[in-house]
C-alpha cells in the first residue's frame, strides 16, 4: 500500500503537467498555427518575400501550401541546415506540390542578410529574433532590404519572465516587454498582432505580428 500511495504521490506531477500540454491536440494547435500566421501574411504572387533564418524549411514549406506558386528567398548562416537538401525533404513531408526550385538560397552572417537592398515586399521571421546576438546591426540591415512600404512579419516565442535558455537555442526567448523595446529601439511600428494558439506552460506563448518601418 505504501508503495503504490508513493508512486501516485511521484506521478501526480507529471499527471498535470501532461493535462497542460495536451489539453489540445498537437496537430490542432499547428493548424492554429498556421492559420493564424496565413491571416495577416496574405502573399500574393506579386510579393516578393525572403524568410530571414529559414533552417530546415519547415515552416515556409508549411506555409507555402496556402498560396500560389511564387518564389521565395530563404536566408541563414548556416548552410549545413539550410539547403535543397534539408528543404527537399520538408517539400516531401509538408508540400509535394511545391518544386525546389521555388526556393532560392542566401547565406548571411551574425550581422549582416546579404540580401540585396530595397528589394523585398514581405520579410518573415519566424522564432528568430531571439537568437540574433546582434539584433540591432540584424534589424538595419533588414531593414535596409525591405521596399518603401514593405511589411516585417515576426513570429516570436515570448515569456512573462526571464527563463532559462530552451533546448535547442542558442540565447533564451525575449519577454513579450523586451521584444517590443527592442523594435521601438530600432523604429519598427507594429500594425496588427495575434496571439498564436500554443501548448505553453502559462508563462510561454507566441504571438505573430505585422510591422512597417516607422519613420
Known sequence: MRTLILLLVLSLPALVWGQKRTAVPVNQLVQGRLDTIVS??????????????????????????????????????????????????????????????????????PTATNLPKQYFTKILMIAVLHEFDSRDEMLADIKSILQPGGLIYFEEPLTTTPRPVEKGCRNPYLTEAAFREILQRNRIEIIREKPIPDAGDGQRYRKFFQCKVGA
Not at 65 to 85: F, G, K, L, Q, W
Open 40 to 109: 495577416l501574411l496574405q502573399l500574393t504572387p506579386q510579393d516578393v518575400v525572403a524568410d530571414i533564418g529559414s533552417g530546415n524549411g519547415k515552416n515556409l514549406v508549411r506555409l507555402s501550401a496556402y498560396y500560389p506558386p511564387m518564389r521565395y528567398h530563404v536566408e541563414d548562416i548556416d548552410s549545413s541546415t539550410c539547403n535543397r537538401r534539408t528543404f527537399s525533404k520538408m517539400i516531401k513531408a509538408y508540400n509535394p506540390a511545391i518544386s525546389i526550385d521555388s526556393f532560392t538560397f542566401h547565406y548571411g552572417t
